[in-house]
T-cell receptor
Framework: DTGVSQDPRHKITKRGQNVTFRCDPI?????LYWYRQTLGQGPEFLTY????????KSRLLSDRFSAERPKGSFSTLEIQRTEQGDSAMYLC????????????FGPGTRLLVL | EDQVTQSPEALRLQEGESSSLNCSYT??????LFWYRQDPGKGPEFLFT???AGEEKEKERLKATLTKKESFLHITAPKPEDSATYLC????????????FGAGTRLFVKA
């Protein structure tokens, strides 16, 4: 257990529905990443937060995806109007003090869109 | 374009049979190269960070090395519990905060 938690761990939804995932990073960590991982592939970068500021977002991310990190604590990732191609594992990782680049990953949220 | 390629895709070893996993990378200035281990259904677990060519790091049966074009993860006398997917990732100096992962090498160690 890395100390990073994600909720829910599993989500099944129907195409067209909206879903929201939550990530709670290690408490003293001020930086946070979201990734998407499909079977047989490595994690794919989605977005990056430093405190509450979203500093980078993948160009591959459609407008249906949005992420927030209010007050620089937990973060949420929302997918609107889900599509079957959104089925994947969504991973969150947190990092502590700048200069220490170790990312601590949560267990992930597995999304299945029917 | 920044890129990471891992080989082989899968590797089957007998217990005690040492081998190496390769990670080739193309980045516009390397900020750092990372190795992670991932077990099925779980998030990646950090192993090593390497910053400059010639650097080496060790942990139990694992040793990571770095050149200007690639990194190797050497596994000495592996045990069945070393079976996992090993992921390589890079951050580029000019890549902002983006971390680019390879597809991983799936290692199977048979007793």
């Amino acid at each position: 257990d890395t100390g990073v938690s994600q909720d829910p761990r599993h989500k099944i939804t129907k195409r067209g529905q909206n879903v929201t995932f939550r990530c709670d990073p290690i408490s003293e960590h001020n930086r946070l990443y979201w990734y998407r991982q499909t079977l047989g592939q490595g994690p794919e970068f989605l977005t990056y937060f430093q405190n509450e500021a979203q500093l980078e977002k993948s160009r591959l991310l459609s407008d249906r995806f949005s992420a927030e990190r209010p007050k620089g604590s937990f973060s949420t990732l929302e997918i609107q109007r889900t599509e079957q191609g959104d089925s994947a594992m969504y991973l969150c990782a947190s990092i502590g003090t700048s200069g220490q680049e170790t990312q601590y990953f949560g267990p992930g949220t597995r999304l299945l869109v029917l | 374009e920044d890129q990471v390629t891992q080989s082989p895709e899968a590797l089957r070893l007998q217990e005690g049979e040492s081998s190496s996993l390769n990670c080739s990378y193309t980045v516009s200035g390397l900020r750092g190269l990372f190795w992670y281990r991932q077990d099925p259904g779980k998030g990646p677990e950090f192993l090593f960070t390497l910053y400059s060519a010639g650097e080496e790091k060790e942990k139990e049966r694992l040793k990571a090395t770095l050149t200007k074009k690639e990194s190797f993860l050497h596994i000495t006398a592996p045990k069945p519990e070393d079976s996992a997917t090993y992921l390589c990732a890079v951050q580029a100096v000019t890549g902002g905060f983006k971390t680019i992962f390879g597809a991983g090498t799936r290692l199977f160690v048979k007793a």
